[in-house]
């Protein structure tokens, strides 16, 4: 990763800067210069905020190759390692959690959590979702207009969710939810970033502590009874694998249902055909939706622990490897005209979710959700509407995940 | 992905399975997950058809029987 310059015919000899910006007009849309290095190859060295010069990967093909590859580590211990902020890379030093940490130390920290997030289990859990979606929409209807419905529907819905599964209350959101803002910005400094995990962890810990006096029904008593009380991790491991899942739980659903419901507003006959209820087409809808929005926009990022060749290039071990998924999911090669919102499509060999053994564990929970939060939002509210003009909405583009920071809505 | 011959059979690595449920969504007829951990349960290792391109740990294929 020392080399300054990408030589060859045709090539540019400046190293493009990753990540790059998106196109004022076109929020919806990956970052123009990332669109002309996917048409021109598969994978480049682009530039970070450190000065350090890993692997992009454009292609979805390769990017689906590589992330299934036990060549391509998610150690962030591992030298070459490219973080996407320095805030990341000193909060990893506190929390290294089994996302960052390759087989087997991966795998057994990830199977003591996996029970709750089955097909079967989350199928089990829709009424409850139907429900908590239900009340905010009652409380949206009986309050005053305009509302951002960031805040009183696509940011509560997922954390009520979660707060019942991992057995969180749910009155102390405010708490975690101000957390989980810092730990999701970019700019957040190194400083802020750790100390918004260290409250987070404090405060998980003390409640797996209190789990194992008093357990419940709920994935954090799971752990107290089944793996603390038992030596298999400490009381620290636990609250640490409890931060990851409930920040994950609320920043990624929370702006798929903000993100995706403004999406569809711009497309009228879409959010009709949601509104008439097909579960069948909803389901496609959100795969559909998955794809088109690729809220985690920054690329999933590995380094390399062997020389591979690929794409008529080779990465070499060491190098910091990024598969930029935002771009993946827009490759003609594998999605016909990949720019277009389209419900229709069978949109379900997207990587919004990643690929590899490291692919989202809340997935099914995140398709449910997003499943009932769409399938019922524009039912109930049939008129629903930006109460803004479209052109002030403010979109994260400082966020390591995509989305609005608000979205004011009246009907 | 269609099968090659009468004798290919469903293989599944259970040990590598990550427990995404992919297959399950996919195949249900096929493929269920263990409650305990969410691996992967074999039901019929002589289907038609399934989508193993759909598993992110690779672990699901053919095999002559």
Not at chain 1, 15 to 25: D, K, L, V
Not at chain 1, 49 to 67: C, M, N
Not at chain 1, 351 to 364: K, P, R, S, T, Y
């Amino acid at each position: 990763m020392s080399t300054d310059t990408t030589t060859g015919p045709g090539r540019p000899t400046e190293i493009p800067y990753y990540p790059m910006e998106r196109s004022a007009g076109c929020p919806f849309d990956p970052p123009p210069e990332l669109r002309d290095l996917q048409a021109r190859t598969p994978l480049t060295k682009v530039r970070l905020w450190d000065g350090s010069t890993p692997w992009l990967v454009t292609r979805y093909a390769e990017q689906r190759a590589l992330l299934a590859d036990p060549r391509i580590s998610a150690d962030t211990t591992r030298p070459g390692y490219p973080f996407a902020t320095a805030g990341i890379r000193e909060r990893r030093k506190i929390a290294q959690t089994f996302i960052s940490m390759d087989d087997p130390g991966h795998a057994r920290l990830r199977r003591m959590v996996t029970a709750p997030f089955t097909v079967r289990r989350i199928e089990a859990l829709r009424p409850a979702v139907q429900r908590i979606v239900d009340r905010l929409i009652d409380d949206m209807l009986a309050g005053p207009r305009p509302v951002d419905l960031v805040q009183a529907f696509a940011l509560p819905a997922p954390s009520l969710v979660i707060c019942e599964l991992l057995g969180v209350p749910y009155a102390d959101h405010d708490f975690f939810q101000s957390c989980g803002k810092v730990l999701v910005n970019r700019d957040t400094s190194p400083r802020d970033q750790e100390r918004a995990q260290n409250s987070l962890t404090d405060y998980l810990e003390r409640l797996v502590e209190d789990k194992q006096a008093h357990p419940g029904d709920d994935l954090l008593s799971r752990l107290a009874v089944g793996q603390v009380a038992t030596g298999a991790l400490s009381r620290r491991e636990a609250a640490l694998m409890s931060t990851l899942l409930l920040v994950a739980g609320h920043e990624t659903t929370a702006n798929m249902i903000a993100l995706g419901t403004l999406a569809l507003l711009r497309d009228p006959v879409q959010l009709g055909e949601l509104r008439d209820g097909d579960p069948a087409l909803i389901a496609g809808a959100v795969e559909e939706l998955l794809r088109y929005l690729t809220i985690v926009h920054t690329g999933r990022r590995r380094v390399a622990v062997a020389d591979i060749e690929i794409g008529g290039q080779v990465i070499r071990a060491g190098d910091g490897v990024i598969l930029a998924s935002e771009i993946g999911n827009r490759d003609t090669e594998v999605f016909d005209h990949p720019d277009r919102l389209d419900g229709h499509r069978d949109a379900h060999g997207h990587m919004a979710f990643g690929f590899g053994v490291h692919q989202c564990l809340g997935q099914n929970l995140a398709r449910m959700e997003l499943q009932v939060a769409y399938g019922t939002l524009y039912r109930r509210i049939p008129d629903l509407r930006l109460a803004v003009d479209a052109a002030q909405v403010r979109f994260k583009h400082d966020g390591l995940i995509y989305g609005v920071y608000e979205l004011p809505v009246t009907w | 992905m269609v099968k090659g011959g009468n004798a290919m059979k469903v293989t599944v690595d259970r040990e590598l399975c990550v427990g995404s449920g992919q297959c399950v969504l996919s195949t249900a007829q096929v493929f269920d997950q263990r409650d305990e951990d969410g691996a992967v349960v074999l039901l019929d290792d002589e289907p038609p058809w399934f989508a193993p391109f759909r598993c992110p740990a690779v672990i699901a294929g053919w095999r002559n029987s």
